[in-house]
């Protein structure tokens, strides 16, 4: 009897863990992402950032952050209990142009040059390659690699384009990648419009 409530109670455990939650948007899309992420936007961050994180690679995170939402509509989604630093970001531009497999490299390579130079560190690219996920976008695809900006993080972005407006959404994770990878692509996968 104890051996079969220990095994009930593991597994209602792990569908509470499994339990995604939905957010809009302020591209007025919907998306899911595992329990633990938080939403950074300009409409919440500084209440976010008056909570009492004792952790300085997160009040430093949360800075960063605060900084960048006042240059770009943008937002960030932490996962503090992976790694203080694992984010996922969403930016969204106006854009109409054509990605398919013969120029996606060509595409991977330009959006490296342009981070190399921004970030000062050479890196090279891991991954490019077309991807299939939103299945509503006209193209969608998937770039990974060092990051040009901090040692030891791992830049993973898809980037698809739809009804003219190119959607970037990006995963900067220093540990526990694979995870910070499963919660990105589920993230793209779960957009709705």
Same mark, same amino acid.
């Given at each position: ?51 009492? @994180? ?13 900084? @960048? ?54 890196? !090279?690219?891991?991954? /490019?390659?077309?991807?299939? &996920? ?7 695809? @998937? ?13 993973? &972005?898809?980037?698809?384009? @739809?009804? !003219? ?11 526990? /990648? ?16």
């Amino acid at each position: 009897m104890n051996k079969l409530l220990i095994l009930i109670f593991t597994f209602l455990l792990s569908l509470n863990s499994l339990r995604a939650e939905n957010f809009i948007s302020i591209e007025k899309f919907s998306f899911e992402l595992p329990d633990g992420y938080e939403l950074f936007n300009k409409s919440n961050l500084f209440e976010i950032y008056d909570h009492n @994180y004792k952790d300085p690679l997160i009040k430093k995170q949360i800075k960063l952050a605060e900084e @960048y939402l006042k240059k770009q509509k943008v937002e960030l989604l932490y996962n503090f209990s992976s790694h203080p630093l694992n984010n996922i970001n969403i930016l969204v531009f106006d854009a109409n142009y054509n990605v398919n497999s013969k120029t996606v490299k060509k595409q991977c390579k330009k959006i490296l040059r342009i981070e190399k130079k921004v970030g000062k560190r050479k890196v !090279k690219l891991n991954e /490019c390659r077309m991807h299939d &996920q939103p299945t509503f976008a006209d193209w969608s695809m @998937y770039r990974e690699n060092e990051s040009s900006f901090i040692e030891g993080v791992t830049t993973q &972005q898809i980037i698809f384009l @739809y009804k !003219k407006k190119e959607y970037v959404i990006t995963s900067a994770c220093w540990q526990k /990648c694979d995870e910070t990878t499963n919660d990105l692509l589920n993230l793209v996968k779960s957009i709705k419009f």
